[in-house]
């Protein structure tokens, strides 16, 4: 073996970079983030080539003085913190020292920079941080850090870089994501000579200042369809903006938090907010968000990551209860307005027979009237006070026909392993009658996996049928996502999804898979962009298929929340019979539940 040996800084500082370094975004963060802890007003990011031939960060902060333009490229050389203690109590975004002499040891890289007390500038050059080079320049007040040729001296690394579309959405997003969090400075990004942000530092930090860079990240929909979240826990403050339950995407992908500034992603956090829609969504949606938390420094520790992209809490249960609670809160004043009503018209709807029938149904005597009372109700629920008028005065013959037709269900389809459905719970389940129990059934999440299925095997066997829209649908999308998806659209045809460019900042789907029978396209299509963003380089072309389909099979199902009608729903249940994997939806979850007599008798006898 060799002998043990130092490595030479250089290569240390490669080796860091692997790290903290993943893509050209990266390099963009660190100067962001360097520009805010030195208290930039204005910050000028140039980029060429998507940050790989050019990276320009220029600022109006503090600057470094002469002899600190060499110490800052040494590792772990930092200004912001001296002990230990520091450690526990981090008021910057950097702390760790590491990112200059990472980023200049992989790049031909050039700082200069000047401070309020200098008459003049200096500058430090350097290929790979082997030589350093120091001399006079130019400069206002504050610092240009430059970096080209980024990984020229590490190709291996430069071929893991995705395309250099996906690479200046990355830094797009980047500069967008760390402008939301500091309304009070102006960012510019300037891609290959053209100007794609721009936004004014705002005057103060109202929740007001932050939506026109909200708007720019999330879209102007984000912002209509979105309520403010306000609340604090001890001394912890949370602010920003959710989407209501009916306003969500498909992946998580557009959950924005921050933790004193500093953008994170954290499980804990981002269960809060998912247990703060539970029962407002279904389990495989997502709000989009952007949710800023402001904590004692000294109750985090932000030293657990390279990129800083996660922290530790010291109490995690406060931290959760401050998002779900807060969260919750608004979520609560707000479904009131929109969904009072129907429960009031439903409630009014049960008192007539409250003592008669339904008292009977709770007991042990399970009659179908009483399931069929449940279930009127619940149809009930979803339509206007005129049509309840209606419901109330149906002539008693009308109830004995609905009554007729469970019985005559249960006759038909007892046998069947899923039995014969019987009533509907919610809209969104099925209760079906077994010979030796009972089957409660998920309707969204089996009729998702049937056209899932259904949809593979199309596919496997060659081009799905599509079916042509009337008049095609006009997408607008912002130009990376609109590559995302065009990138796409030779295999999303082969789904049966046609897509063309349509101008400079729209598409225009011209037909839909014909199995899904979708009459609102645009959800699907936007759904379909996160899910390429997501999954897009990464996984193999199978499994892209895979999650696209998913995608498509969750639009084109039947919703919870739909009225089905017992046909409807004994067709629904002998298909979920027939077809492969349907115990399971596409994310793994139960799609029914069954329960023997013996389970039932466990229940209440024990
Ligand atoms: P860290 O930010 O973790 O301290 P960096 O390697 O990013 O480490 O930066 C090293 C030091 O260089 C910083 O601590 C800071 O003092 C100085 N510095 C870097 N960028 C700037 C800038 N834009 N303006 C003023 N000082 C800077
Ligand atoms: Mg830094």
Redesign the pocket.
């Known amino acids: 073996m060799p002998k043990v040996h130092v490595l030479p800084d250089y290569l240390a500082n490669q080796i860091a970079a692997g790290e903290v370094i993943e893509r050209p975004a990266s390099v963009v963060k ?2 962001i ?3 805010i ?2 208290d ?1 007003k204005n910050i000028i990011v140039i980029v060429e080539n998507a940050g790989i031939d050019k990276i320009s ?1 220029t ?1 109006d ?4 003085e002469k002899d ?1 333009l060499l ?3 040494k590792r772990h ?5 001296s002990a230990t203690e520091d450690l526990f109590n981090i008021l ?12 200049a040891s992989i790049s031909r890289f050039k ?1 200069t ?1 000047r401070t309020k007390d200098d008459d003049s500038a200096w500058a430090v050059e350097t290929e790979g941080a082997k030589d350093f080079n120091l001399k006079p320049a130019s400069h206002k007040i ?2 240009t ?1 430059q970096v080209s040729d980024l990984f020229f001296n590490t190709p291996a690394r430069r071929k893991f870089l995705k395309s250099a579309r996906a690479e200046q959405s990355a830094i797009q997003d980047m500069v967008t994501k760390t402008a939301i969090a500091n309304p009070m400075i102006s960012f510019k990004l300037i891609a290959d000579g053209k100007e794609k942000i721009n936004f004014f530092g705002s005057q103060s930090e109202t929740l007001e200042d932050y939506l026109p860079r909200l708007g720019q990240l999330l879209g102007k929909d984000f912002v209509k369809n979105s309520v403010a979240v306000e609340g604090s826990l001890d001394n912890m403050q949370i602010f920003g903006f959710t989407t209501l339950p009916t306003f969500n995407l498909g992946l998580g992908t557009k959950q924005f938090m921050f933790v004193n500034g500093r953008p994170v992603k954290d499980r804990l956090m981002l269960a809060a907010l998912k247990q703060a829609y539970h029962d407002r969504m279904a389990r495989n949606r997502y709000p989009i968000c952007v949710l800023f938390i402001d904590v004692p420094p000294k109750s985090i520790d932000v030293n657990v990551h390279p990129a800083k992209a996660e922290i530790r809490f010291k109490n995690n249960r406060d931290v959760f209860s401050l998002i779900h609670n807060s969260v919750k809160k608004v979520l609560d004043s707000h479904s009131r307005d929109t969904t009072q009503k129907a429960t009031d018209d439903a409630v009014a709807y049960f008192k007539p027979e409250a003592s008669g029938q339904l008292g009977g149904f709770g007991v042990s005597n399970y009659s179908t009237g009483g399931v069929k009372e449940v279930r009127s109700a619940n149809i009930a629920m979803g339509k206007s006070s005129f049509e309840f008028q209606q419901k109330i005065e149906l002539p008693p013959e009308a109830r004995t026909a609905e009554q007729e037709k469970i019985l005559s269900s249960v006759e038909n389809n007892a046998e069947y392993p899923l039995g014969a459905a019987v009533a509907q719970v919610h809209n969104t389940y099925i209760v079906a009658q077994t010979a030796d129990g009972m089957i409660l059934l998920d309707q969204h999440a089996a009729h998702e996996r049937i056209v899932y299925e259904k949809m593979k095997s199309q596919i496997l066997g060659s081009q799905a049928e599509t079916q042509n829209l009337l008049i095609p649908e006009i997408i607008e999308l912002n130009e990376f996502d609109m590559g995302v998806i065009l990138e796409r659209n030779e295999d999303l045809a082969k789904f049966g999804l046609d897509i063309e460019q349509f101008g400079e900042t729209a598409i225009a789907v011209r037909s839909t898979p014909a199995l899904l029978g979708i009459k609102s396209v645009k959800p699907m299509v936007l759904d379909l962009v996160e899910e390429l963003k997501a999954y897009g380089n990464i996984t193999s072309l199978t499994t892209k298929i895979e999650h696209v389909l998913a995608t498509m099979a969750c639009h084109g199902s039947i919703r919870a929340g739909r009225t089905m009608t017992v046909e409807d729903m004994n067709a629904l249940l002998r298909q979920v019979e027939e077809t492969d994997n349907t115990a399971q939806c596409n994310h793994g979850r139960p799609t029914y539940v069954k329960l023997s007599k013996t389970d039932l008798e466990k229940l209440f006898y024990r």
């Open positions: 660190e100067l983030e360097n520009s802890d030195a930039a960060v600022d902060g503090t600057g470094l600190d110490t800052c490229l050389a930092t200004s912001k913190i910057s975004l950097g702390f760790r020292g590491e990112a200059l002499p990472s980023i700082i920079s504050g610092t850090i």
